[in-house]
């Protein structure tokens, strides 16, 4: 059974479209995130949600939209696709963090977005 | 600033011999640190982590080490496997109560020789 599950896993897609990529987690985790990886590898936050409501936007341009409709799903909008976009986006999940319980984060496998 | 930076971008080693991937962080504030595994074409995998209160974590055949006097951070892998070949992720958790948030480091690439 897949616990962070996202779709598509690959999308090629011209400048100046919309696209959503979609996420599911089966962990019963209260916690989503979304992270972007660059063509260099680095895995950078972008957004987290907490039972529904969004806890962290990091300076994200507001073409990103994300939408949680419960604990379980956190999907992903973007409007009008720069070339900039290209990365890999991955979604994840986790218990809500406390100084006791630490904070696994499972990620999903990735979604490759190529824009052209 | 924020920043969890790696000192060594590739790390190549022989199948058998230990593995020691470096990793420097810079705010003493963290509390709480994780090491992922990225294999090619997949998403991060949960390695091992390690609270402040500790200095020394094991798993199977991995180990971490953290020096909070110098703000370190080390996985050792004891006779590295081909399947241990991906790239490594130390990570910080930065509690801010609701807006914690995981901090990545910028990742060494282990390659492992036959």
């Known amino acids: 059974d897949t616990a962070v599950s996202q779709t598509p896993k690959y999308l090629v897609t011209q400048m100046g479209n919309d696209k959503s990529i979609k996420c599911e987690q089966n962990?019963?985790?209260?916690?989503m995130y979304w992270y972007k990886q660059d063509s260099k590898k680095f895995l950078k936050i972008m957004f987290s949600?907490?039972?529904?409501?969004?806890?962290i936007n990091e300076t994200v341009p507001n073409r990103f939209s994300p939408k949680s409709p419960d604990k379980a799903h956190l999907n992903l909008h973007i409007n009008s696709l720069e070339l900039g976009d290209s990365a890999v986006y991955f979604c994840a999940s986790s218990h809500h963090y406390t100084r006791s319980s630490g904070n696994t984060i499972y990620f999903g496998e990735g979604s490759w977005l190529t824009v052209v | 600033g924020e920043s969890v930076g790696l000192h060594l971008p590739t790390l190549s080693v022989q199948e058998g011999d230990n593995s020691i991937i470096n990793c420097a962080y810079s705010?003493?504030?963290?509390?709480?640190f994780i090491w992922y595994k990225q294999e090619s074409g997949k998403g991060p995998q949960f390695i091992i982590d390690i609270r402040s209160n500790m200095d020394k974590r094991q798993g199977q055949r991995v180990t971490v080490l953290l020096n909070k006097t110098v703000k370190h951070l080390s996985l050792q892998i004891a006779a590295t496997q081909p399947g241990d070949s991906a790239v490594y992720f130390c990570?910080?958790?930065?509690?801010?109560?609701?807006?914690?948030?995981?901090?990545f480091g910028t990742g060494t690439l282990l390659a492992v020789q036959p």
């Open positions: 990570a910080e958790l930065r509690d801010g109560g609701a807006t914690n948030k995981l901090i």
């Open positions: 949600y907490n039972n529904k409501e969004l806890i």
């Open positions: 705010n003493s504030a963290s509390d709480y």
């Open positions: 962990l019963g985790h209260d916690t």
